[in-house]
């Protein structure tokens, strides 16, 4: 079946702009989640969804970024007045819910800020 | 946050089985066992997760200590498509906010050689 796709694969943009990241998660999973990942690192975690709503964003680094799941399906990670600092992959995942389940990732859409 | 310790890098040789140790002496008793992995250019990928008996999947086995402090990934065949950042992360990071966020460390570094 389908996994979790993202889009765009790669986005560049200049410094100060705006942009939006889109997840399609497997159909049917409650949870979503959104990791960056830098050079070298781990992913590291932004957002979780259960449904419709933020269940935790302790993850977010600031303000500039916002996330929505507004049907409780697609998510749309949003950053605004991008710095070059921000320029890393950035991951979905989703998953059934639960403690344990596993959550399934998207390959990412590679954000680079100019 | 449970912490887990793994070598930066391993080498092994292509057909032959690889034993990825991860430490975790800080586990708490209701703390899983997960592995996952990432492929180059890719999201990560559940491999397996326990939590005190050994487990196998079609894809590796887990071997968990009997005082759960440390555990080995075993890869009993490796390939070339095995080479990749192995990942060991205790629980599902439980917040205490409802969240089941993923807490990736820097990982193994598994190369194959042919």
């Known amino acids: 079946g389908a996994g979790v796709s993202q889009t765009p694969s790669n986005k560049v943009t200049e410094k100060g702009k705006y942009v939006e990241l889109r997840c399609d998660p497997i159909s049917g999973h409650t949870a979503l989640y959104w990791y960056r990942q830098s050079l070298g690192q781990g992913p590291e975690f932004l957002i979780y969804f259960q449904g419709t709503g933020a269940a935790d964003d302790s993850g977010l680094p600031n303000d500039r970024f916002f996330a929505v799941r507004p049907e409780g399906s697609v998510s749309t990670l949003k950053i605004q007045r991008t710095e070059r600092g921000d320029s890393a992959v950035y991951l979905c995942?989703?998953?059934?819910?639960?403690?344990?389940?596993?959550?399934?990732f998207g390959p990412g859409t590679r954000l680079t800020v100019l | 946050d449970a912490k887990t310790t793994q070598p930066n890098s391993m080498e092994s040789n292509e057909e032959e089985p690889v034993h990825l140790p991860c430490n975790h002496s800080t586990i708490s008793g209701t703390d899983y066992i997960h592995w996952y992995r990432q492929l180059p250019s890719q999201g990560p990928e559940y491999v397996i997760h326990g939590l005190t008996s050994n487990v196998n999947n079609r894809m590796a086995s887990l071997a968990i200590a009997e005082d759960r402090k440390s555990s080995t990934l075993i890869l009993h065949r490796a390939t070339l498509r095995d080479a990749a950042v192995y990942y060991c992360i205790l629980g599902l990071g439980y917040s205490g906010a409802g969240s089941y966020q993923l807490t990736f460390g820097k990982g193994t570094k598994l190369s194959v050689i042919p």
């Open positions: 995942a989703s998953s059934g819910g639960g403690d344990t389940d596993t959550q399934y």
